[in-house]
């Protein structure tokens, strides 16, 4: 299907950074609940992430990722989620997180 440059302006994706990080053994697959902050205009996101294979809730405080920020909040378990935290499959069909290259000011709007 192709869209347009517009369909593709609707999509908010901004940079943020991971601030914390635990566990989610209530997920149906196994997850980590994350807390991103998305800068001064958003503020603090909660998501949860099937990440369990590449990542451990330690090791990714302070790590930027790309997320959604403009989905309607999803009940994920206990969780409500606010944004959706972007990755691509490995080869073994596993999340790897997107990020960009350099430290970024958070919030900053992926064009």
Same mark, same amino acid.
């Given at each position: 299907?192709?869209?347009?440059?517009?369909?593709?302006?609707?999509?908010?994706?901004?940079? /943020? !950074?991971? @601030?914390? *990080?635990?566990?989610?053994?209530?997920? =149906?697959?196994?997850?980590?609940?994350?807390?991103?902050? $998305?800068?001064?205009?958003?503020?603090?996101?909660?998501?949860?992430?099937?990440?369990?294979?590449?990542?451990?809730?330690?090791?990714?405080? /302070? !790590?930027? @990722?790309? *997320?959604?920020?403009?989905?309607?909040? =999803?009940?994920?378990?206990?969780?409500?989620?606010?944004? $959706?935290?972007?990755?691509?499959?490995?080869?073994?069909?596993?999340?790897?997180?997107?990020?960009?290259?350099?430290?970024?000011?958070?919030? /900053? !709007?992926?064009?």
């Amino acid at each position: 299907m192709t869209i347009t440059f517009d369909d593709f302006l609707k999509v908010d994706i901004r940079v /943020g !950074r991971i @601030v914390q *990080a635990e566990p989610f053994p209530e997920a =149906r697959k196994p997850a980590i609940k994350l807390w991103v902050d $998305l800068g001064p205009e958003l503020g603090v996101k909660k998501s949860s992430a099937q990440i369990t294979r590449h990542y451990t809730p330690e090791a990714l405080i /302070g !790590r930027q @990722v790309l *997320a959604v920020v403009n989905f309607p909040p =999803r009940q994920i378990g206990p969780v409500m989620s606010e944004v $959706l935290v972007l990755g691509v499959p490995d080869a073994e069909n596993e999340v790897v997180l997107l990020a960009p290259d350099q430290d970024v000011p958070l919030g /900053g !709007r992926l064009y």
